[in-house]
């Protein structure tokens, strides 16, 4: 009995390594050497130990390939943020390649059964026949998860070069879209850094700066608001082009949990995303796992770790396809590690020590390298394609099936529409890009006579916008404009269960666009021509404004950056500096300070005004440790730091701290402030990223809403005309954020500009647990100190270029410190 059970861990262990060669050495399936493998052009194979590929090196590798495979087609689609080649391969049998146009022409009209006319069904029985499944494969978007964009070399090597019959099924039932890296940039900063430190103490850390210019890690949070060039890119060229009905985003985890996570994902799902989709990755996930299980490979979870809420992540599930995530464990960027079992350590969800239905068989520890990680990768991204070609024509119907219900005319009583406002502000014009972009249809009225709407007949003005529902993508507009009500989820000793990201996403309330739900049909007259796009507002004085840059890269500080370069167009003259770069017709004045500049004092010479972007208290006081990085980049602003703030602010230069940072500001420069939610358990208070509503004080000049004034003709040339007021009632991001209380009796160097309400629920959109103790509590206060000041935002009034309904308040405080 012990012989044949050994003979059969043999086997099965045979068959993993069988597997992982294949998946992982190309070489090995074909003879086809002409056609250059990697490592013909890296010097060396994706996967070896302390070894980077530069992002020239990819392009050129994928270059090649296609010159000599004819089932690689190569293109460029872009420049990146930092000007690097945006690129893609389409992979398939050599006469689909000549046959592109015409499958894209079945995805299109797949996509929108509406173009399929009478007999829809049977038209589109007829397109499932003759279509391909699309599968997009992305890699590389976190630039320090090494694996996927060095995996995607390997996927690409076999796809053009074996003559397996499993490959050649592949090749002729699908259409791969491969992006070897979704951040080009950050492969270079990443392996710069990983190069530059290899063989010293510090090998295998994470480089002292965010790996995409702007978002950092939130550059996969992107997918609804499209305000990064790479995911514009994606989304423009590949999504709205192909439709994909699966994409495998292809990830990778921390050290110390499972060896791989697969779909399905955890509860929450968000309520727009179609039955079908669920089903979809629910499928698929499965199959990989339970074949990668039987292979032998071990440490595999599902149903944990990651849920399907928020559409920053999940463009594909609003569009007809199925995201399919998988996560592999991480080594030291490409430097082994050795995990021992008692290290292990459990997750949401799943404990890596012991067997679950979700979870198994158990990885007992060992050894980790970056071979390990494209081991995984390949092989489950093989699964995925023999998934999708041996069930083209179900991939194909699910997607049709998708699209439509998406179209079909609404019942009577069901959401039938929303209105956007034409008395909103400019942010309209954002929201209404956001949707088109997305593919939503937003159709421009003339004017609309009567909506039956008891008690009283209403008119509607000209150049309202509607967003019908029934139409492909109606879903993925009820998403981003209706408010999220996110279930109240605890475990077992009634703790909240911490969402995978946040919990609201509505851009209406984040942009202060008045948007309407319609409940019934509605009659209207199109006009040919779009809203006119919002005009300039007027300029502010020349500030000088610097940014704390921590060597602890903060996801903030790049979005802070971001905002002000990008989204400033109220702020139409501001004078360069340092971090210049041109922008239309304007320079951004835009410095950054790090720890030994801001040590060194004398601060007030140089700026105006600083801001001090979301990270944690700690973190801004200490930064890295000594010893844990090189020491020029270790340590934080100090006691010297603290000390050159306060001299800053005393000489009448403003200090503006967001978010958690306001918290460094109470603590190190003694402000008469507590926050009144710091340290209480989740049980207790909890807004895990919510919209909560705020009123202002509306006589602050931090209230000015330089947006609303536009360059009307009676205004040219007039310096003296007035600035309008943001309302009166606005909105807040929090997340992991402090909530203001004055210590003493009305403190007169303090000003309260806005507060929770009394008597109001906080809570817009989202999720928030103990909202009572916040009620009244302040959001944003100004403390004047010497001849300065320091703005603290309770709140993030910038977050992830989304939320312009505070962007006046920002940028307000941000110039208010003129030269």
Known sequence: MRKHRALILLAVLLAAVSIGSRFDNPKAASPAFAIPAPEDVLGFKPGDDRKLASWDKVVEYFQKLAATSDRVKFAELGKTTMGAPFVMATISAPENLARLDEYRKIQEQLADPRKLGPNADQKAADLIKRGK?????????????????????????????????????????????????????????VKNWYDKTLGTPYEGTDPPELYHKYTGHDDNRDWYAFTQIETQLTVDKIHNVWHPQIVHDIHQQGEYGSRLFLPPYMQPVEPNVPKQIVAGYTELGSYIAKEMRAAGFKGITTDSTYDAWSPSRAYSHYHGGVRMLSETASCKIATPITVKFEELRPGQNYDPRKEAANFGPVWQGGEWHLRDITTHMATAAFLLLRHAAENRELWLRRFYEIEKEAVRPRLRGELWGFR????????????????????????????????????????????????????????????????????DLRNSSGHPIQPYDVTAHTLPLLMNVQVEPLFQPIKYESLAVERLEFLQGKGVPFTRIAIYKSHVPAIDEGWTRWVIRHDANFLSEIVRGQDEEENGTRTINLWSLE??????????????????????????????????????????????????????????????????????????????????????????????????????????????????????????????????????????????????????????????????????????????????????????????????????????????????ATYPLFFNAITSGSH
């Not at 909506?451 to 209403?458: E, F, G, Q």
């Open 133 to 189: 499944t699309i599968v997009m494969i992305t890699c590389g978007i976190h630039s320090d998860e090494v694996g996927s964009y060095l995996s995607s070399m390997l996927i690409a090597h076999r796809l053009a070069s074996s003559s397996e019959p499993e490959i050649q099924q592949v090749l002729d039932n699908t259409i791969i879209l491969l992006v070897p890296s979704l951040n080009p940039d950050g492969v270079d900063i």
């Open 420 to 487: 956007i406002s034409s008395k909103s502000n400019w942010t309209s014009y954002y929201l209404e890009a956001i949707l088109k972009r997305g593919g939503v249809e937003v159709i421009y009225t003339k004017r609309t006579p009567i909506i039956k709407n008891p008690p009283s007949p209403r008119l509607w003005a000209a150049q309202e916008a509607l967003v019908r529902l029934d139409q492909p993508y109606g879903g993925f507009a009820k998403a981003l404009l209706e408010a999220q009500h996110y279930p």
């Open 595 to 804: 720890d030994r500049e801001a040590s060194a004092g004398n601060l007030r010479a140089k700026f105006d005004t600083i801001i001090i972007p979301d990270q944690p208290a700690r973190t801004i006081l200490n930064g890295h440790s000594q010893g844990t990085m090189p020491a020029a980049h270790s340590g934080g602003l100090g006691a010297d730091g603290v000390k050159a703030l306060r001299e800053f602010v005393e000489q009448g230069g403003t200090l503006v701290c967001l978010n958690r940072a306001s918290d460094f500001a109470i603590e190190q420069l003694k402000l008469p402030l507590r926050d009144v939610v710091g340290g209480l358990p989740r049980t207790e208070f909890y807004a895990p990223g919510s919209i909560l509503r705020i009123e202002l004080e509306r006589t602050n000049p931090l209230t000015y809403d330089r947006s609303q004034v536009m360059n009307v003709p009676e205004n040219k040339g007039n310096p003296d005309w007035s600035y309008d007021r943001v309302p009166p009632d606005s909105i807040a991001w929090i997340e992991n954020s402090p909530v203001f209380e004055v210590i003493g009796a009305g403190d007169e160097n303090v000003h309260i500009i806005a507060r929770y309400p009394k008597d109001k629920d906080p809570l817009l959109s989202g999720w928030l647990l103990g909202g009572e103790r916040i009620k009244g509590k302040a959001a944003l206060v100004e403390v004047t100190m010497g001849k300065g000041r320091i703005i603290l935002f309770g709140f993030r009034p910038q977050y992830r270029g989304q939320s312009l």
